[in-house]
């Protein structure tokens, strides 16, 4: 038995509406005359972001950062290391952080605390996809996509193995016979 993609759940046109939906109500939100800096998590979220950021109608420069988070390829441990930082000033910036998935919360946690340090002017969060249910962690999410149940997903910037980020639709990672 091996893990593939087993079904759609959130189609791409239902992904493109959200994120147009989340993009409106950022820019509803920075009013203010600097430019936006988005710093997208490698690699998970560099789909969502760079559809987000087409869709935002605002000055913005963009930013990556990358995580490894220990634990199995289906389970994080919720330890998480920075192995690329942000190379730009953050001091006084307003900062939007964007990742693809919340899960446990540890890696945001982490992330926001880490960015939070580097003295932003603002800081909010926006995420694609939130599994509630298995949330250890309180985490302040400012714009989330979708809630979705504690399924394995994949697709739209989302890996199993490395593999199936590329997938243009979220599909539920199941076992297959071959
Ligand atoms: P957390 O620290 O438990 O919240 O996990 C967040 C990270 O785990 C995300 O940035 C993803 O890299 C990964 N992750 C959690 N759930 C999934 C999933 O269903 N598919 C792919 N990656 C996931």
């Not at 509406?17 to 005359?33: N, Q």
């Not at 605390?113 to 003295?119: I, T, V, Y």
């Not at 243009?168 to 071959?178: F, I, N, Q």
Request: glycine letters at 6%.
């Amino acid at each position: 038995m091996s893990l593939r993609p087993e079904r759609v759940l959130i189609d791409r046109a239902t992904i493109q509406a959200k994120v147009a939906e989340m993009a409106r109500a950022i820019e509803a939100r920075h009013r203010h005359p600097e430019p936006l800096l988005v710093v997208s998590v490698l690699r998970g979220a560099v789909i969502f972001a760079a559809d987000l950021m087409r869709e935002l109608n605002l000055a913005l420069s963009v930013e990556f950062v990358a995580v490894e988070s220990y634990g199995s390829s289906t389970r994080s441990s919720g330890a998480v290391n920075i192995t690329r930082d942000v190379t730009e000033d953050l001091d006084g910036r307003h900062v939007l952080l964007v990742e693809d998935i919340v899960d446990t919360g540890l890696t945001l946690r982490y992330l926001i605390s880490h960015l939070k340090g580097k003295n932003p002017a603002s800081l909010e969060v926006a995420v694609l996809l939130d599994k509630v249910a298995r949330r250890q962690i309180e985490v302040k999410v400012d714009y989330t996509g979708f809630v979705i149940p504690d399924a394995f997903v994949v697709g739209y910037g989302l890996d199993y193995a490395g593999l199936y980020r590329n997938l243009p639709d979220v599909m539920v990672l199941g076992e297959s016979a071959s």
